[in-house]
Structure formats: structure tokens, C-alpha cells
């Protein structure tokens, strides 16, 4: 009973993949806002997000891979800008985005390149 029992929360936890990777959770305006992070850099990225003089780490996204983080909307509350900080693990370099103005619902995608000036971001 207790191999079952532990085979379905297994089965519960692991993540739904569908055809063409995983799907990107659904965002409301009152769920907060989503930033996706495409590392296509050789090193591992440390992720933070500044806001009205806080930093708040988001984790690390590996190297040549993709993390989405669903963030809430009392990082964007009342026009709020805010920069996004990439720091390559082992590196000297660090990029930071100009400010950015994300609205509760929106997505933004920043795509980081092997040459960390030619990233770009967007959100929509």
C-alpha cells in the first residue's frame, strides 16, 4: 500500500510535458506576472529582480537552458519599475536590463546570449 501510495504522489509531482515542450503556466492580472529566462550563455546565470532599492534573488538558470518564475504582483504594484540583474557564475561581467514597466498579467522573456551584450528582453 505504501509503494502505491507513493508511486501516485510521485506520478502527482513530476511535470506534464506536451508536444513541444513544456507549456507556460497561464497568468492572470491577479496572479502577479511571469518572467521567462533563456540562457543561452555557457555558464550558469544567477537571477535577481530590482525594485525601488530591493534585490530579490530569484535562483540560478542553468547553462543553455530555459526557467520560468511566476512572480507576484506586489513586485509591479503601483507602476513600479523594475531592472533585471543577470550575474554569470565565475564570470566578472554583470548585465543589467534599462528599467522596465511590467504590468499584473504580462509575461517577459529575456533571452540571454553567449556575448551577454546582445541579450534582449520583451514583455508583452
Given amino acids: ?6 508511486v501516485a ?6 511535470p506534464r510535458h506536451g508536444p513541444h515542450g513544456p507549456s507556460l503556466p497561464s ?3 491577479a496572479e502577479g506576472w511571469s518572467l521567462t529566462v533563456v540562457n543561452r550563455h555557457w555558464l550558469d546565470v544567477s537571477i535577481v529582480v530590482m525594485s525601488d532599492d530591493q534585490r530579490s534573488h ?7 537552458q530555459t526557467q520560468t518564475y511566476e512572480l507576484p504582483a506586489r513586485m509591479i504594484a503601483t ?6 540583474e ?4 565565475g564570470a566578472t561581467q554583470i548585465l ?13 522573456e529575456w533571452t540571454l546570449e553567449t ?8 514583455v508583452w
Wanted: charge should be positive.
Fill in 9 to 14: 504522489l510521485l506520478a502527482a509531482c513530476t
Fill in 58 to 64: 530569484l535562483g540560478t538558470v542553468s547553462a543553455t
Fill in 96 to 108: 543589467r536590463t534599462d528599467p522596465l514597466l511590467v504590468q499584473p498579467g504580462q509575461r517577459v
Fill in 115 to 122: 556575448g551577454l551584450e546582445r541579450s534582449t528582453v520583451a
Fill in 1 to 6: 500500500m505504501r509503494v502505491l501510495l507513493t
Fill in 79 to 84: 507602476g513600479r519599475l523594475i531592472r533585471l
Fill in 27 to 29: 497568468v492572470g492580472p
Fill in 86 to 89: 543577470a550575474n554569470p557564475i
